[in-house]
């Protein structure tokens, strides 16, 4: 049974930085993308960041670019993500992902995963 469990939110105020963590169980992820999806309160789930299983690729959502950076440690069977200058508007819950395919720019319209953990909230005040 494939598990994904995120951890590392929490409530910060703006400005701050987090580090959240994705371990997954189950499966290697060495042969698999993954990604990094929020979801604000009342609102449509949303494509945050993605790193290819090499981490030879990676791709940003505009709205955090140059403010979060995403990482994977294959061995660790771990993915990151790095906030830096958090605002409210990142406040939602965040969700990491696998799957098998490399949607290169077309990320923002992503919406189906192999697999999905249950999330980490993180909330910023302002």
């Known amino acids: 049974q494939v598990q994904l469990i995120e951890s590392g939110g929490g409530l910060v105020q703006a400005g701050d930085s987090l580090r959240l963590s994705c371990t997954v169980s189950g499966r290697s992820i060495s042969n698999v993308h993954m990604a990094w999806f929020r979801q604000a309160l009342g609102k449509e789930r949303e494509f945050v960041a993605a790193?290819?299983?090499?981490?030879?690729?990676?791709y940003y959502a505009d709205s955090v670019k140059d403010r979060f950076t995403i990482s994977r440690d294959n061995a660790k069977n771990e993915m990151y993500l790095e906030m830096h200058r958090l605002k409210s508007e990142d406040t939602a819950t965040y969700y990491c992902a696998t799957g098998r395919n490399w949607y290169k720019n077309e990320w923002a319209k992503v919406r189906d995963m192999d697999y999905w953990g249950k999330g980490t909230l993180v909330t910023v005040s302002s």
């Open positions: 790193v290819s299983y090499t981490s030879r690729r990676i």
